[in-house]
Structures are given as C-alpha cells and as structure tokens.
C-alpha cells in the first residue's frame, strides 16, 4: 500500500515528506494507522546516516490505531490503541528473564534497518529498500510493526498523548522503577532536566525518594522539574553542582542518573556520589578519564548503563499509563504539538532547547 512517509536520504538534510510503498503484515506484524508520534534526540543521530543506513523513515515513539494483523497474532485486533515501542527479539537471555531493554540483540533490531526476518518493509517506487527505525518508523501515516514492539493501551486517554512513553518517557521512569528501584530515605540527582531527565524525577517521587534533586542550566525546565516533583534544584552555570548536592545530603546521593552525555557533567555526577553510591548514564557520550582507585574503588562507587529503563513495554507502558490516569505521571506538561508538515521545524526547535518533548500529528482526528 502507498502511505506518506518522512524520508531521510541524505546525511543531517532536512526530511521529505513523500510517497513510499509499505508491504502487508506478515504472520506476526500488525498493520498500524499512526495518530502521532514523539521526537527524540536519537531520531537526530539516526538522520545523520551514523546508526542505521539511508534512505530511512525514522520515528520510534509512535502511536495509532490497530488496522490489521497477522495469522499469528492474538494480542490486538483492529481498532485497538496502541503504543509503539522498541524492538527485542523475545528470545535471548536477558529477554526470557523479563529485561527487554537488555535485549542481546537490541542494536541489530533497532538499527540495523531490516526486520526480523532480515528483510524491508518500506520500499521506494522504484523498489529500493527503506531502512526501517526501531522496527517501526513512526514518521509516517501507517507502520507495519513486529507484535513485540506493540502495546495496547486504554482508550479513555488521549491517544495522541501517549507516543513518548513507547521511548523517553520510559526510558527516565523505567530507570528509576524498574532498574534502580529506590527507597525511600535514598536521595536521587538527575543531571539534566530535559524529558528523559523529568520522567525519572516523575517516577522518583511516585517511589516516594526523600531528596530528589534536579540540576540543569535551564532555569524554567528547573522550575518544571520542581512542579514535578524535585526537592531541590541546582542550576550549574551558577553553582558547583558536586558542592550544592553536598550541602544538601552532605554524604553524598545514593543514585546520580545522567542524562546528558556530558563527560563533564558525568564526572559531576561520579563526584556527587555517597560511598558505595551508583552513576547511572543514559545519554550517549564521548571518552571520559577517571582515576579508577580515587573515583571509584576506593569508595565502592558503581557506573552502569541502563537502556530503555530495562523495561518490559508490555507491562510497564500500561503502567505509566496508569500513573497519568491518577495525576502521578502529568506528560501532558512536557509536550508540545507540531502538524506533520512541520517536521523540519521540530528537529530545529530539539536542537535548539526550544521544546522539551514534541509530538508530532499525524491523524490527530485517528484517536477521537
């Protein structure tokens, strides 16, 4: 079927909205008619041509409406709304041990650009493959997806609201409730207050963190991120964040989660640690130095990478859902709309920090 689709073809180029061919669901896809979809800095990396080849649909926070589905799929049926969330391939250990963010063969799903069986779904008209992103490009008015990167979702909510928790949204609340799973005498400091940032501060204060501790540059998504939850605020072109943190819980935090990718902003984090604390990096950045005995060993301190949240999508999408429902998970204050047209305008207003989180309409009229 022919669908309108925003193309990458050339590295870093601004996207074309065109025609492209998308092929029938197979026994285990399901064919999706798009509402919206998130914008998320790693569809920026993914246009540069970096991670995944061009040409290539990006999108990977998609939501829609269920059109059809294939022989072997029992989990939705048309009319459904769902979310569209990340590949995994149900199979490796950490996927038959509930960790489908860990997933073994993560990047070969989601960026490699071919589906599960190896082949493409999109096509050019002259029949040149199209990359697909994250097993779904959402950038486009319908997908055709794996069952495991689908999650049905309630209907009394805002379907148009709910593309970001398929990626970022779960990605910072997953961290929080699903990796580090705090207590409540622990104390917390995100760096960075951007949607990643704020979605774990949303997710520590519904796990009840006594400090929750948010640092950024940004005074007014410093003035959000107290709406939503943070105890204390710290602005680092003002202060020294490692001593602000410090004046605060003079031990140092328990957990620090970077989601800048700043190496600086890292060693920040590392720094601001109580003994035998835990850095947790979810940003993508460069090489770092550290004194392995002075910042680390010498004080029990741990560094891990969580990807995705170590979510399960299936489970732990519904519950954000759940968490908006009763007003303990507000996304709607984070996002801005933009029509499909102005996809360009979007991927200019997230380079700039002029949006925290934007959703792009696609059929906005799809989720009424």
């Known amino acids: 079927m022919q669908i309108k689709a925003a193309l990458a073809t050339k590295p870093n180029a601004d996207l074309e909205i065109q025609t492209v061919e998308l092929d029938e669901p197979k026994e285990n896809e399901v064919l999706i008619k798009i509402a919206s979809t998130g914008f998320c800095h790693t569809d920026i990396v993914g246009r540069s041509g970096a ?23 029992t989990d939705v049926k048309p009319g459904d709304h769902v979310v569209l969330s990340f590949s995994y391939c149900g199979h490796c250990y950490n996927c038959t041990h509930n960790h489908q963010g860990l997933c073994e063969n993560f990047n ?68 929080v409730l699903n990796y580090i799973k705090p207590a409540p005498e622990d104390a917390i400091a995100v760096f960075g207050a951007g949607a990643v940032g704020l979605a774990a501060i949303m997710a520590a204060k519904i796990a009840g963190v006594k400090h929750i501790i948010a640092i950024n540059r940004n005074g007014n998504h410093l003035d959000l991120a107290k709406e939503l939850g943070a105890t204390e605020t710290i602005n680092n072109t003002a202060e020294d964040p490692v001593k602000a943190i410090k004046e605060i819980v003079p031990r140092g935090v328990t957990y620090a989660i970077d989601t800048t990718g700043n190496t600086g902003v890292i060693k920040s984090a590392i720094d601001s640690l109580a003994t035998a604390g835990e850095c947790v990096l979810l940003g993508v950045g460069g090489d770092i130095t550290l004194d392995l005995m002075n910042d680390i060993l010498s004080e029990s301190k741990k560094i891990s990478g ?63």
């Not at 697909?132 to 909510?157: C, E, L, P």
């Open 51 to 73: 991670t995944t080849p061009l040409p290539v649909v990006l999108g990977h926070e998609g939501a829609g409406v269920v059109q059809k589905v294939g022989a072997n799929v």
């Open 306 to 368: 969580v990807v995705e949240g170590d979510s399960n999508p299936q489970e732990f999408i519904p519950q954000l859902v759940k968490y908006y429902k009763q007003s303990k998970f507000p996304l709607d204050k984070l996002v801005k709309y933009y029509d499909f047209a102005d996809i360009n305008q979007v991927i200019a207003d997230s380079t700039n920090g002029k949006v925290i989180k934007p959703i792009i309409k696609i059929d906005p009229e799809l989720a009424k």
């Open 108 to 175: 070969q799903l989601n960026f490699e650009g071919k589906t599960y069986d190896g082949t493409h779904r999109l096509h050019l008209d002259d029949g040149t493959p199209v990359s697909v992103f994250f097993g779904q490009s959402s950038f486009a008015t319908y997908v055709t997806a794996n069952v495991h990167n689908i999650v049905k979702v309630d209907q009394d909510v805002d379907l148009n609201l709910l593309g970001p928790l398929g990626c970022g949204m779960q990605t910072g609340a997953g961290t």
